[in-house]
Every structure is written in structure tokens, then in C-alpha cells.
């Protein structure tokens, strides 16, 4: 990489050719205000508050935009830079509202943290405050255009993050204002609800209707972890306060989404309405009572020992985490010699031997084929990958035998039986990269590894800790019919519960770990209450293979317990030890066994 060599305040800098002096600035820890600008957008210096000096330059420069040369001189804060700084300000405050106590972000704004570090105590312009209507049709949020300062911010992370489109600038001059689809209330609009630019707006221009007023920045406490919705396995950020949940956003560092998430995963958990289990329960004659933690594992522990291994089912959705699958496996499979195990949905074959791609590969693809997959409705965030990849220029093939809603952005759409006609494209191109899922097998498969090295290939799969539940040996055919005693390991899961009750003899002692009610649990016999995404620890497994972290952000309620701590409490109460001496110890037990797995 080429290197420039300039001074900033004084200071000499080496920094990459063609990166901002912003950029080199804040690589050496030198702060230069921004408000338009934002790391994982494109720059537009349009605000003018990066403005610095340049030696030899006529008039002040953006950082933002503004690329480093060899022998540059910088000054960031000097007298002529602070009063533009100021003036920009001032322009600013004194146009619409900005009455901080009375906005939801005070506290928590750019625009307002800029006019504490400036001095702003008053402006020397009349102040212009026109009434813009507030539109609140959307369902999550509110669009307050009388806090916007129109730096664009949203509407670039609506185009170049979920490749939406839905936010343009309306109106000319001081009536300028964002809005949706060309003037469509937002809630009727074109919005798929990512909250994208919720996350990047500066201002209180664009708030979170759930969360509005209860908790500024400073109240609440932040932790890390990974959204548990499908297998994508998004990096979120969680804002706890009081052990309550009160906002889900996108980690911008997190490689897999780089800060997108969709609605599924921002707003979906918020909105949780099923009843949860928060006791042990245990059935005596014909009803469920609640029980302490060690009458239901020995309750449970004699039933499974009541039967032989041939007799015994165990069943698992996607929701268990690494850990749990590891617990569930070592149980059944190693220590009571079970066959019957399996998982609710079956796992898309990884294609043997071909090289793994990531979404943001996606971005460097020229052709993408996308078959038997709609990641539009079932992993969102795979889906604004696509389309932005489309937007830069790919082309995207689809090969579907249903209605996908990818199809609007594809330059051509085949059936199953002509994905040989998708491979043959594919080949002649640069950079083929194929996402495929369930709706493909056999064949179909095999027209696609023809691509060999030349493509990279990501399977979806259809659940979330799919990729781990396979590599654990879960993806085998399980019969719950044939089993006298079934332990169902079920998790937050609610979709699929019916459907398997539908499979279960009515003379099945049923053994449930489950956080929520639901026919299923009503049915068992024995139910051991298991956290929710926001109180567990341990990992998961997404569909690039990627093992990543969940972290606890609040405490667990009532009596509940992580669905591993629960297994782990099992096994010991099966065999008198307990099979791991920590949470660490079996993360890396299962992480080896899904890392190893043969592909
Ligand atoms: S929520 Fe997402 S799709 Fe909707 S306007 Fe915002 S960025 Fe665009
Ligand atoms: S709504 Fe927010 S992000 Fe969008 S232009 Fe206005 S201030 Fe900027
Ligand atoms: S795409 Fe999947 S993992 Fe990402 S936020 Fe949405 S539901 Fe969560
Ligand atoms: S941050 Fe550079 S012009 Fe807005």
C-alpha cells in the first residue's frame, strides 16, 4: 500500500494514499467533528462541520472528502477553522427546532454534543422555525422533520446499507425535507422496516417509538451479542436499563452485517408477547405443577432411565446454542446410546470441497445466483446484500420454481431444471458468487459445483444454529412415533411446535426445555423453563460457519437457566458427574466439533 506523509497540527503522519485527512486523522487519534459524515457511508460533505485548513488551499476543505497528499499540511482547530465551525453551527440551531430538553435525544445527539464542544449558547440569526408535520404512521418509529438538519445520513444508509431506496429529499431549499418513496406517509411506504436509519440518524429527526423517553444514552448499559433470528447470525448491540430490554441495534464492527439488521431482529424481539415458563413443571396425574429444579431433573433423569436407548427420542430446533447441541449429543447419542435424534428442519447441504463465501464477498461478485432461496423474507439482511451487490453493478440470476421476491432485482429468472443455463453464465463471468438454499437438492446441486474454485458458494440455512445442529449430527431422519420417552429441546421456538405435537403418540412420556407456552409444553410431562436470546450465554453458528458469541444482557427471570446449563445439570444428574467444569471448557469442546466438520 502507497503511503503519503503530511503534518496534522503539527504532528507528522503516514497515512494511505486516497484516504481522507478525516480518515488519517482519526487513525492517529486526532478528533476532527463530523456530523454528515459516518464510517460506513459513503462521504458527501454536505455539512461542512469536518471543515479544516490546508496550506495552500483557497478556502477551507471537508476532512470527509478531502483525500491526503504527500507533504500536506493540516491545521484541525485553528482560529479560522473554529469560527466556520461555529458559523455552521449557528446556521444550524437557529433553523427549526432544537429545543433540546424537550427532544428524545437530548443526551444523546450529535448536533447538540457539537454545540457543547463549540460554546453554543445563543445564535445571532432570527431563528426559523416553519412547522413540519411529524409523520408517525410508521410502525416503529417517528420521522420529527422539525430536528432534522438534512445530512442525509438516513437516506444513504436506506440506499447504500438495506439497498431499500425508500428515503429521498423532498422539497427545495429551507422546505427541504427526507421523505418516503416521493411523499408517501412512511408507514404505507416502501420501508421493510431495517431501522437502518434510525441507527444513523444524529438528531432526534428519526426516534424509536418503543424506547422514546425511557432511558437517554448515560442510563443505560450496552452489551454485545448476536441476534438470534435466523442464519445469519447479525452482531447486535443491546441497550439494557433496569434488566428491561429497551433498544436492539446493528454492531457496526460486526464482519457478517456491518451494522445492518432487519426488522425481524431490531424490533420483532421487542414486541414478544407469548406467555413465558418460569418454573420447573412437573406433571402429577393429570396436571402440570411447579417443581424445584432438582425434582424435575431426577423426575426426568428416572424416566429416561426407565426405557433402553432404543426407546428414547430426542429432538432439537435450531434455537440451541452450540452448547447445548454438544450437551444434547454427548447425552442421548454418547451416554444413553440413542439413535432417534435428530432436529425439527432438516440442514441445506454444504456443497463438498468448495470455497465458503461471505455476504460482503457478495459486493466484490459480478454475477450472483441466487437459487432456491428467498432471503428476502426468510434472512432479510442476506437480501440488502444482494440487492446492493445488484446496485453496484452485479448481475443477479434466479432459480426458483416459486415466487421469490428477489425477482424484481434479477437480469434473469430460470427454473430448477434449466440452474445448468444459470452455471454456464456464471462461468464465463469474474467473480460468480452462489447463494443457494433449501428449494435446490441433488442435481441441481451438482450443475452448481461445476463452478468449482472459480465461484464462492454460501448456503442459507433455514434456521438459525442449523449449520451447528448438522455438523453435531442432528440432520438425520428422527420419528418421534417410535419413541416411549422424547425429550424435546425446543427453546423460543413457536412455529414448529404444533406440528410436532401432531407426530407424538399420546403415550410418550414428553420430556420439554422451552421458554414459552405452547401447546407442546402443555402436553409434557416434565418442563424445564430455558432463557430467551437476551439472558443466555454461549454461542451459535451461522450459515457462513462462523462460530459467534451470545452474551448475557439482562438477568434471567424467575428460575429459568441457559438451555446448556440445563442439559449439563442433566448429564450430572444421569451419571453423578457434571460433563464440563465451565461454560468456556464447553464452548470449545463444541466449537472443535463444528469447526471439524467435513465439508
Ligand atoms: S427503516 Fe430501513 S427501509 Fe425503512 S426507511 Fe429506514 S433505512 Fe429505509
Ligand atoms: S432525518 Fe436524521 S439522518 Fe436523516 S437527514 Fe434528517 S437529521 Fe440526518
Ligand atoms: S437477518 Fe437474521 S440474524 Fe440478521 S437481524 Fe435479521 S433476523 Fe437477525
Ligand atoms: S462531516 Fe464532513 S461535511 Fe459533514
Known amino acids: 500500500m502507497e503511503m503519503v506523509n503530511l503534518t496534522i497540527n503539527g504532528r507528522s503522519v503516514s497515512a494511505p494514499s486516497g484516504s481522507t485527512i478525516l480518515k488519517a486523522a482519526k487513525d492517529v487519534g486526532i478528533d476532527i467533528p463530523t456530523l454528515c459524515d459516518h464510517p460506513s457511508l459513503t462521504p458527501i460533505g454536505a455539512c461542512r462541520m469536518c471543515t479544516v485548513e490546508v496550506e495552500g488551499q483557497r478556502t477551507l476543505v471537508t476532512a470527509c472528502t478531502f483525500p491526503v497528499a504527500d507533504n500536506m499540511v493540516v491545521q ?50 432570527p431563528a426559523i422555525t416553519k412547522r413540519f408535520p411529524i409523520d408517525a404512521t410508521h410502525r416503529y418509529m417517528f420521522l420529527e422533520h422539525n430536528r432534522c438538519v438534512l445530512c442525509g445520513r438516513c437516506e444513504r444508509g436506506c440506499g447504500e446499507l438495506a439497498a431499500n ?24 411506504s416502501t420501508c421493510v422496516s431495517c431501522g437502518t436509519c434510525l441507527q444513523l440518524c444524529p438528531t432526534g429527526a428519526i426516534s424509536d417509538k ?27 448491540e443491546v441497550a439494557t436499563r433496569s434488566n428491561n430490554v429497551l433498544r436492539i441495534e446493528g454492531d457496526w464492527e ?14 420483532a424481539p421487542l414486541f414478544e408477547s407469548r406467555k413465558r415458563i418460569t418454573k420447573p413443571l412437573v406433571k402429577t396425574g393429570d396436571r402440570q405443577t411447579e ?30 446454542t452450540n452448547e447445548a447441541l454438544y450437551l444434547l449429543s454427548l447425552i442421548f447419542r454418547d451416554n444413553l446410546k440413542v439413535s432417534n435424534v435428530g432436529m425439527v428442519n432438516g440442514a441445506v447441504p454444504v456443497l463438498p470441497g ?31 446484500f444482494v440487492k446492493r ?14 415466487e421469490n421476491e428477489l425477482a424484481p432485482f434479477a437480469s434473469k429468472k430460470l427454473g430448477i431444471n434449466e440452474i445448468s443455463t444459470a452455471a454456464d453464465i456464471a462461468g464465463e463471468a469474474a467473480s460468480p458468487f452462489v447463494l443457494y438454499g433449501a428449494g435446490i437438492a441433488g442435481d441441481a446441486m451438482r450443475a452448481l459445483a461445476k463452478l468449482g474454485d472459480k465461484a464462492l458458494f454460501l448456503a442459507l440455512q433455514p434456521g438459525v444454529n442449523t449449520y451447528a445442529a448438522d455438523a453435531l ?26 406440528h410436532m405435537l401432531a407426530g407424538i403418540d399420546d403415550k410418550t412420556a414428553l420430556i420439554v426445555q422451552a421458554s414459552y407456552q405452547s401447546p407442546l409444553t402443555q402436553r409434557a410431562d416434565i418442563v424445564l423453563p430455558a432463557t430467551i436470546w437476551s439472558e443466555r450465554k454461549g454461542s451459535l453458528t451461522n450459515s457462513e460457519g462462523r462460530v459467534q458469541k451470545v452474551n448475557q444482557a439482562i438477568k434471567p427471570q424467575g428460575e429459568v437457566k441457559s438451555d446448556w446449563e440445563i442439559l449439563s445439570l442433566l448429564a450430572e444428574t444421569l451419571t453423578g458427574k457434571p460433563p464440563v467444569t465451565s461454560l468456556e471448557e464447553l464452548s470449545t469442546l463444541a466449537q472443535q466439533k463444528i469447526t471439524n466438520k467435513e465439508i
Open 76 to 125: 484541525t482547530e485553528s482560529p479560522r477553522v473554529v469560527k466556520a465551525r461555529k458559523l455552521v453551527l449557528e446556521l444550524l440551531f437557529s433553523e427549526r427546532n432544537h429545543i433540546c430538553p424537550s427532544c428524545e435525544s437530548s443526551g444523546n445527539c450529535e448536533l447538540q454534543e457539537l454545540g457543547y464542544r463549540y460554546g453554543i449558547d445563543h445564535w445571532k440569526y
Open 165 to 188: 431506496h425508500t428515503l429521498g429529499l423532498g422539497n427545495r431549499g429551507s422546505d427541504s425535507i427526507i421523505n418516503c418513496d416521493a411523499m408517501t406517509p412512511w408507514g404505507s
Open 210 to 236: 418503543r424506547s422514546a423517553f425511557m432511558g437517554r444514552d448515560t442510563e443505560t448499559e450496552r452489551v454485545k451479542s448476536t441476534c438470534n433470528r435466523c442464519s445469519i447470525g447479525c452482531g447486535i
Open 254 to 267: 460486526a464482519v457478517v452485517n456491518g451494522g445492518r439488521l432487519c426488522e425481524n431482529g431490531r424490533f
Open 291 to 320: 417443581a424445584t429444579w432438582d425434582k424435575a431433573l431426577s423426575t426426568a433423569a428416572e424416566l429416561l432411565g426407565s426405557v433402553g436407548g432404543a426407546e428414547i427420542g430426542a429432538v432439537t430446533t435450531s434455537d440451541a
Open 354 to 384: 468448495l470455497p465458503c463465501g461471505s455476504l460482503q464477498d457478495m459486493l466484490q461478485s459480478d454475477i450472483i445466483i441466487a437459487a432456491g432461496v428467498d432471503p428476502v423474507s426468510d434472512q432479510p439482511v442476506a437480501s440488502f
Open 389 to 402: 451487490a445488484v446496485d453496484l453493478g452485479a448481475r443477479l440470476i434466479l432459480v426458483d420454481d416459486k
Open 473 to 498: 449430527g442432528f440432520n438425520n431422519g428422527f420419528t418421534p412415533k417410535s419413541a416411549k420417552v422424547l425429550f424435546a429441546q425446543i427453546g423460543e421456538e413457536g412455529l414448529t411446535t404444533g
